[in-house]
């Protein structure tokens, strides 16, 4: 049962990393966030742009408040963790 969970999550990772996940929020002129990125915006994002279904608790969102390219760590295993880079655009 474990290596079938490693599996998984080992493919999901392989379809993960190469990606950039684009995250749309409300900005400043100078690329400031009003708010911030949370984890459950990376969740919703991945989910729509590549089908795949994330848990908030399995990503882990250093405090992002600010516009352009971004990494947060998604760890879907106890032996499979992978980087998943985001950009963060301003809305219109």
Known sequence: RDSSAREAATHIASTLVPKVITVTSKAGPEGKLF???TANDVVAAV???TDIELDRRQVDVD???TTGQH???ASLH???SFPITIDVVAAD
């Open 78 to 80: 106890s032996d499979v």
């Open 35 to 37: 708010g911030s990125i």
């Open 71 to 73: 990494t947060v760590t």
């Open 63 to 65: 405090v992002i408040k």
């Open 47 to 49: 989910l729509e742009q």
